[in-house]
């Protein structure tokens, strides 16, 4: 039967030291990310026809997934989906701002660069619980949104540009509950090329 295989870190799992540490990259990756996949796997394996899409298009319209595993699929499908595209959204030489047609859309919809940092940071910190922050495309507009759990905000029609783990697992080993320290951290490591590329594919 055909599966979904953990994607590999496009890095080494200590490439984002000192911001993200090795032993929290590890468990993240191997362990988390591990179960989200073979939990997608497992749901999808009821209905095996559906390995035949992209994890990415059930997403987009969960009413095409069978109701026996469409709950399965949003998170555990989400949780595979979210983690791709986080570890892709980090680099070894990220940080610093979006340069070009992104950062036009940023200071367009958002005011300034400084702006756009400070609601993001404000969204971020005030998620309750579990879940992801992210910055979309929606409608043609930038904006930032909080989604719980694993939800992706494919399912909302929104295209995410980037995306902030907020459960504590990505950053508990090193920063325990100073989310705030985290997030800092966070803005060293940005991929701001891939969401410039991923805003302009959706432009």
Partial sequence: MPEHKL????????ALEPHFDRSTMEVHHQKHHQAYT???NE???KHPE???LKPEDLLKDLSVVPEDIRTAVRNHGGGFVNHAWFWQMLSPTGGG???GDLAAAIDRDFGSWAQFQEQFNTAATSLF???WTWLVLD???LKIVNLPNQDNPLSFGQTPLLALDIWE???YLKNQNRRVDYLAAWWQVVNWPEAARRFLEAK
């Fill in 97 to 99: 701002a979006p340069t």
């Fill in 139 to 141: 409608a043609g507009k």
């Fill in 169 to 171: 697992h990505a950053y």
């Fill in 43 to 45: 749901a999808l394996a």
């Fill in 129 to 131: 619980g579990s879940g």
């Fill in 50 to 52: 559906l390995f035949e």
């Fill in 38 to 40: 073979n939990k997608f």
């Fill in 7 to 14: 994607p590999p870190l496009p890095y080494g799992y200590d």
